[in-house]
C-alpha cells in the first residue's frame, strides 16, 4: 500500500506514459486518496508536481464520477496552481468535467461548487502571454463548456479568443475557430 512519501518517491526520477499508467492504476486500486494526489501536485519540487499533476488526470478522467467527492477540494486548488506543466494537466481535467458528455454526476456536483475562481483563473492564462498553448486551448475549452453559467463568459470568451488568433499559433487559429464557430 503506497503512501504519500512512497508515491513522492516513486515519481522523483523521470517516469514516462506506462509508468503513470501503472501507478494511476495501483492507486486506483489501493484507493489512494485523491487529496494526497492533489497535495503532492503542488509538490515545491516542479518535476514531482508535474508528475503527480499527469497521475491525477489519468486516474481522475478514467472514471471522473468515482471521485465527485474530490471535485470540491480540486477546484478550491485552482487558483494557487502556478506550476506551467501542472496548468495544462488540471485545465485538461476541467474541460473534460465541464463538458456536456461529462457524467450526470459530474454535472450536478458543479452546481454545488463555487465556479467563479476557476472562471476567473482560465481568463488568466489565456490572456498571460507567458502561458503555453495547451493550456490556453483547453482554457478557452473549458470556458466554453462554462458560458450557460454566466451570460458574459461567450461575450468575453469570443473577444479573447479574437485576440488571441490575430498572431496565434496554428493550434490557437484552430480550436479559436472552431469555439467561435460554436459561440
Not at 26 to 33: A, V
Not at 35 to 45: A, E, K, S
Given at each position: 500500500m503506497?503512501n504519500?512519501?512512497?508515491l513522492i518517491?516513486e515519481?522523483?526520477?523521470?517516469?514516462?506514459?506506462?509508468k503513470v499508467?501503472e501507478?494511476s492504476?495501483?492507486?486506483k486500486?489501493?484507493q489512494?486518496?485523491?487529496?494526497?494526489?492533489i497535495?503532492?501536485?503542488?509538490?515545491?519540487d516542479p518535476?514531482?508536481?508535474f508528475?503527480?499533476a499527469?497521475?491525477?488526470?489519468?486516474?481522475?478522467?478514467?472514471?471522473?464520477?468515482s471521485?465527485?467527492?474530490?471535485?470540491?477540494?480540486l477546484?478550491s486548488?485552482f487558483k494557487?496552481i502556478?506550476n506551467?506543466?501542472?496548468?495544462?494537466?488540471?485545465t485538461?481535467?476541467?474541460?473534460?468535467i465541464t463538458d456536456i458528455k461529462?457524467?450526470?454526476?459530474?454535472k450536478?456536483?458543479?452546481q454545488t461548487i463555487n465556479?467563479?475562481?476557476v472562471?476567473?483563473?482560465l481568463?488568466?492564462?489565456?490572456?498571460n502571454?507567458?502561458?503555453?498553448?495547451?493550456?490556453?486551448?483547453?482554457?478557452?475549452?473549458?470556458?466554453?463548456?462554462?458560458k450557460?453559467?454566466?451570460?458574459?463568459?461567450?461575450?468575453?470568451?469570443?473577444?479573447?479568443?479574437?485576440?488571441?488568433?490575430?498572431?496565434?499559433?496554428?493550434g490557437?487559429q484552430s480550436?479559436g475557430?472552431k469555439i467561435?464557430?460554436?459561440l
Amino acid at each position: 500500500m503506497l503512501n504519500q512519501q512512497q508515491l513522492i518517491k516513486e515519481i522523483s526520477a523521470t517516469i514516462g506514459k506506462t509508468k503513470v499508467v501503472e501507478l494511476s492504476r495501483i492507486l486506483k486500486k489501493e484507493q489512494f486518496s485523491l487529496y494526497n494526489l492533489i497535495d503532492i501536485t503542488f509538490n515545491p519540487d516542479p518535476h514531482i508536481a508535474f508528475r503527480a499533476a499527469w497521475i491525477l488526470e489519468n486516474i481522475f478522467l478514467t472514471k471522473p464520477e468515482s471521485y465527485v467527492n474530490e471535485m470540491e477540494y480540486l477546484i478550491s486548488r485552482f487558483k494557487e496552481i502556478d506550476n506551467p506543466s501542472c496548468m495544462r494537466h488540471y485545465t485538461k481535467i476541467v474541460m473534460h468535467i465541464t463538458d456536456i458528455k461529462a457524467p450526470e454526476t459530474i454535472k450536478q456536483k458543479l452546481q454545488t461548487i463555487n465556479l467563479e475562481p476557476v472562471i476567473e483563473q482560465l481568463f488568466d492564462w489565456m490572456i498571460n502571454p507567458k502561458i503555453k498553448v495547451a493550456v490556453k486551448v483547453f482554457a478557452g475549452r473549458a470556458l466554453f463548456n462554462l458560458k450557460d453559467l454566466r451570460p458574459w463568459i461567450a461575450e468575453e470568451l469570443a473577444g479573447q479568443l479574437q485576440y488571441l488568433m490575430r498572431d496565434g499559433s496554428a493550434g490557437i487559429q484552430s480550436r479559436g475557430k472552431k469555439i467561435l464557430k460554436r459561440l
